[in-house]
């Protein structure tokens, strides 16, 4: 069965520095996510991307955040200079276009620490 | 935010049925109601979902209030695996994303 994959599961950084998360979705969807979790918080929005640009984005993605479809299977999320707060779990999701329900399928998540 | 509302934890015998509710009072016409569970360190997995009617698949039935102003996620015989948190979520917006309330934490006791 398809699946939603992310890279790296854990990443560890220092305050200041840029971070890239990347994530593959299925092939063929083209809606992309990205949610977050703060430890022991709930599952946040972070973003909405379909053809090649945001289409909503939360109050939480500011201007360290952006979102890119290098080519035609990653979905990459960057965050330009990384502070304490943003160490989190962080999801991406993607649904097809043809399912009126909407279900997204998560991937396992990638595992920030900003020190 | 589209909000839903759940009790914070439940628990379940294990093999008997769980019924966790949901309120979603806000919920519009064309809302699906999705219900999803996090089991611990992984990523959210999908349940169910519906729109009007009742909805049976392999792990789950979903039982939508006529109004649809609730529902209910029926585990008909609770596992030990079925122990995670599960949420109950009303797609919005353009993107359709999802708004994820703080969920209920069902444990099974064998």
């Known amino acids: 069965e398809p699946e939603v994959t992310q890279t790296p599961s854990h990443q560890v950084t220092q305050m200041g520095q840029e971070v890239i998360l990347r994530c593959v979705p299925i092939s063929n969807h083209l809606y992309f996510y990205w949610y977050r979790q703060i430890l022991g918080q709930k599952v946040e929005f972070l973003v909405s991307f379909y053809n090649n640009e945001i289409s909503e984005k939360s109050e939480i993605f500011d201007d360290q955040f952006s979102v890119e479809r290098p080519d035609g299977s990653n979905f990459t999320l960057k965050i330009r200079s990384t502070k304490l707060e943003d160490s989190a779990m962080y999801f991406c999701?993607?649904?097809?276009?043809?399912?009126?329900?909407?279900?997204?399928?998560f991937g396992p998540g990638t595992r920030l620490t900003v020190t | 935010d589209a909000k839903t509302t759940q009790p914070n934890s439940m628990e379940s015998n294990e093999e008997e049925p769980v019924h966790l509710p949901c309120n979603h009072s806000?919920?519009?016409?064309?809302?699906?109601i999705h219900w999803y569970r996090q089991l611990p360190s992984q990523g959210p997995e999908y349940v169910i979902h519906?729109?009007?009617s009742n909805v049976n698949n392999r792990m789950a039935s979903l039982a939508i209030a006529e109004d649809r102003k609730s529902s209910t996620l029926i585990l008909h015989r609770a596992t030990l695996r079925d122990a995670a948190v599960y949420y109950c979520i009303l797609s919005k917006g353009v993107g359709n994303q999802f708004y994820f309330g703080t969920g209920t934490s069902l444990t099974v006791i064998p």
């Open positions: 999701a993607s649904r097809p276009s043809f399912l009126k329900s909407y279900e997204q399928y």
């Open positions: 806000t919920i519009s016409g064309t809302d699906y």
């Open positions: 519906g729109l009007t």
